[in-house]
């Protein structure tokens, strides 16, 4: 039976610009097996588009709303959405 896919895009809040957070979720994503993007906005905060098996991305989730010192991580929106399947890698975007 396959497991259900998913994709999530994320706003995450907090001290996450200037703490390598990108690079860090990038690694994340990586070890955990899921796809997507993640950048900085403007307004401070970064964001993020996973997509996965479900408990792949909910693993990264946690990871997120943890991130890695010294992030901190104050806030996190996810606004699921249908799956696509369009990214083969997980990559840091402008």
């Not at 070890?31 to 970064?46: L, M, S």
């Not at 990871?63 to 990214?87: N, Y």
């Amino acid at each position: 039976m396959d497991e259900k896919k998913v994709r999530a895009h994320v706003i995450i809040s907090g001290r996450v610009q200037g703490v390598f957070f990108r690079m860090n979720t990038v690694r994340a994503a990586e070890r955990i097996g899921v796809t997507g993007w993640v950048r900085n906005k403007r307004d401070g905060t970064v964001e993020a588009l996973f997509e996965g098996k479900e408990d792949q991305v909910n693993a990264v989730l946690v990871w997120c709303r943890a991130g890695d010192p010294p992030a901190r991580v104050s806030d996190l929106q996810v606004d699921w959405k249908p799956h696509t399947g369009e990214f083969n890698n997980f990559s840091v975007t402008y």
